[in-house]
């Protein structure tokens, strides 16, 4: 395999993570950090022991020698998605129906008012993200826990659909085809009908994973045939990119894009940040500011706002939350149901009058010092650089199908590194990912016998 494709997602991360630093010191606003030596030192040997950890498991790295040359009797699960397509497909379908119901508090499994609902989230999606903000969305919505419970079994199958889908495109009929994106859009209409632009980010960035891993993987005949045999997925990608950044602009500015610059309207700003001291650098020019530079003041809020909260958490001192603060899912499950409340001693609940841990984000390193302390979290980055290393490779070189159903999920996690812990925040997609991963290290323990 080519020596520059086993490094590229280490460049393509780090390069990300470097721009969201940039934007944080250099970018439209100016943040009032606190305790900056000690947050530089942190975040160095954060990316030091990342990359550290990736280039020691690369180095190392063996592909089996049953899968580096695989055949349908070594490799029976590289065929598992399309021979348990049905299986994948009805559970992932129960599970999107189940995920429908509670991000748009429906009153029922059939959304039978979903096409008003999609009519205003369309139309007018910060209307739609207000309402679903307010009490007035809650009345009539019942809760059933024993029903979302059942997502700690299937949740991951909405995972393994949609990749699935790309990797496995070419050996599926075009019945199978149409279901399989019929039960993948469910998530987009909840998103379009909540107004959350969170999930189409996350689709874009799950397609695209799925299709650099095709075109990255030893099997790879070029770039042109992989645009070739990927049209659908391609012309998708493109056209979730642009709803997805108008859907943002619209629902932060309160305003369409088009009574933004044609009508000349004026956006929502986010002046609520001026009373923590955060300055906007349009403030202080002569000329009236764009909707092109509001556009890059939101998008560096919503990138990199986390990393304040971090500055402002390191003067505080850690008490460790044993396991369960990293997740805010776990958080709430273990005070709930085992009257384990460790959220006092996390560090977004110490700096809460100062930064909102329920308005504001504080970064992916700061949830998991919650349980490590933040020296800790360089050996967690430490770890995360082997597995992520491990799990790519095994997926571009062995075609293994865990690994594959993997990367996406990683592409969560650092995509949401400067503002949460996405990934193990939430029931889904934590549940996901360690089903998953539990699978990926399976397999590669019997490949080796």
């Not at 307010?134 to 009345?139: F, H, I, Y």
């Not at 987009?188 to 009908?193: H, S």
Request: hydrophobic content about 50%; glycine content about 6%; proline content about 4%.
């Amino acid at each position: 395999m080519n020596t520059a494709k086993l490094y590229i997602p280490l460049l393509l991360i780090e390069s990300y993570l470097f721009f969201g630093l940039w934007l944080l010191f250099y970018g439209p606003l100016i943040w009032p950090l606190e305790n900056i030596k000690i947050f530089l030192g942190y975040i160095s040997l954060y990316h030091i022991a990342f990359i550290a950890g990736y280039i020691l498991q690369t180095v190392r790295f063996r592909p089996h020698q049953t899968n580096y040359f695989p055949t349908k009797q070594i490799l029976p699960e590289s065929n598992s998605f399309t021979k348990y397509f049905w299986a994948i497909l009805i559970l992932a379908f129960i599970a999107n129906v189940i995920g429908y119901r509670n991000l748009t508090l429906s009153h029922s499994f059939i959304p039978d008012n979903i096409l008003p609902n999609l009519y205003r989230g369309l139309v007018t999606p910060w209307e739609a993200r207000a309402y679903y903000a307010s009490d007035a969305a809650q009345v009539g919505f019942v809760k059933l826990p024993a029903v979302t419970a059942l997502l700690l079994f299937i949740a991951p199958f909405k995972y393994i659909l949609l990749p699935g889908l790309v990797f496995f495109w070419h050996t599926l009929n075009p019945a199978k085809k149409l279901l399989g994106i019929l039960v993948v859009s469910i998530p987009i209409l909840a998103g379009i009908v909540a107004s959350i632009s969170a999930i189409n980010f996350s689709y874009i960035f799950i397609i695209s994973i799925c299709l650099g891993t095709l075109l990255m993987s030893k099997k790879s005949e070029g770039v042109r045939s992989t645009i070739k045999n990927n049209k659908f997925f391609i012309t998708s990608l493109a056209l979730m990119f642009l709803f997805s950044f108008w859907q943002f602009y619209s629902v932060k500015s309160e305003q369409s894009l088009y009574q933004a610059v044609a009508e000349h309207g004026k956006p929502q700003s986010f002046d609520f940040l001026k009373e923590k001291e955060i300055k906007f650098k349009s403030d202080y020019e002569v000329t009236k500011k764009s909707n092109t530079t509001d556009f890059y003041e939101k998008i560096t809020v919503y990138m990199v706002q986390g990393y304040y909260g971090m500055s402002i958490a390191l003067g505080e001192e850690f008490d460790t939350s044993f396991g369960i603060g990293h997740s805010v899912f776990l958080q709430k499950t273990f005070a709930d149901y085992l009257h384990i409340d460790v959220r006092d001693k996390t560090f977004q609940h110490k700096i809460n009058d100062r930064w909102d841990q329920f308005v504001y984000w504080h970064s992916f390193y700061s949830y998991i010092a919650n349980d490590v302390g933040f020296l800790g979290v360089t050996i967690v980055m430490l770890v995360l650089g082997i597995y992520f290393s491990s799990a790519y490779l095994s997926a571009v070189m062995e075609e293994n199908l865990y690994a594959k159903m993997l990367l996406p999920l990683f592409g969560i996690l650092f995509l949401y590194i400067p503002a949460n812990n996405q990934v193990f925040g939430f029931l889904e997609t934590m549940t996901s990912f360690w089903i998953l991963t539990i699978l990926f290290f399976a397999s590669r323990k019997r490949d080796r016998y």
